[in-house]
């Protein structure tokens, strides 16, 4: 299967500003995940959102999803210096497929002090 | 503390000399994956395990083996070596049965090799 495409590829804010990443995907979903990567480290999860929701908040982070464009979106809002890192989507496939784990190839976020 | 850990997290071999990546989780879980991360590509899914004994091909399986014989290990096998293979992998593990906010993936520190 393809991988997912995130945009924009980079993005570089000042901090207290809000950052946005997109996700577009390509399957039937259960659920699409955000990760977080600092330089080369495992990744971390951040938020997970099922296919029958449309939107998710934990603290700073909102998250959406339209399944009928087969999108999604990861907001930060009031960035810090701290929020420096990759951003990974990726889509939990359904069905007979479940199991199957697609990333997005990321988003580098930059957030100068 | 609960984690995912894997050994090596570095390793240098030659071309066609057998080696395995070891994964072992301490949460219970029934799910474990495996991936590897190149440069321009992001992660992509080596072989995954919906619980022992149960195992099925990610996106790129070619050149690699698994087994999953306990619920906490997960080795990954790479019976010969190739430089292609060259990359930083990583393991994950999840529950996958339960209360609905499961799903969540635990990622293991990753092992960068290298295939000379």
């Known amino acids: 299967s393809q991988q997912g495409e995130e945009d924009p590829q980079a993005l570089s804010i000042q901090e207290g500003e809000n950052a946005t990443m997109n996700c577009s995907y390509k399957?039937?979903?259960?659920?699409l995940q955000w990760y977080r990567q600092n330089s080369g480290r495992g990744l971390v999860h951040l938020i997970l959102?099922?296919?029958?929701?449309r939107e998710k908040h934990s603290g700073r982070l909102r998250v959406t999803l339209d399944t009928s464009k087969k999108s999604s979106s990861l907001l930060i809002t009031a960035s810090r210096a701290a929020d420096t890192a990759s951003y990974f989507c990726?889509?939990?496939?359904?069905?007979?497929?479940?199991?199957?784990?697609?990333f997005g190839q990321g988003t580098i976020l930059t957030v100068h002090p | 503390e609960a984690q995912v850990t894997q050994n090596p997290r570095y390793l240098i071999t030659v071309t066609g000399k057998k080696l395995t990546v070891t994964c072992s989780q301490n949460?219970?879980?029934?799910?474990m994956s495996w991936y590897r991360q190149d440069p321009g590509l992001g992660l992509r899914q080596i072989y995954y395990?919906?619980?022992?004994?149960?195992?099925d091909k990610g996106d790129v399986p070619e050149g690699y083996k698994v087994s999953r014989k306990e619920k906490r290990n997960f080795p990954l096998i790479l019976e010969s070596p190739s430089p292609n293979q060259t990359s930083l992998y990583f393991c994950?593990?999840?529950?996958?049965?339960?209360?609905?906010?499961?799903?969540?993936?635990?990622f293991g520190p990753g092992t960068r090799l290298t295939v000379l």
């Open positions: 949460m219970n879980h029934e799910y």
């Open positions: 959102i099922r296919s029958n929701e």
């Open positions: 990726a889509e939990k496939a359904g069905g007979t497929s479940y199991g199957k784990l697609t």
């Open positions: 994950a593990s999840s529950f996958i049965w339960g209360a609905p906010a499961t799903d969540t993936q635990y």
């Open positions: 399957t039937s979903i259960n659920n």
């Open positions: 395990s919906m619980n022992v004994e149960v195992t």
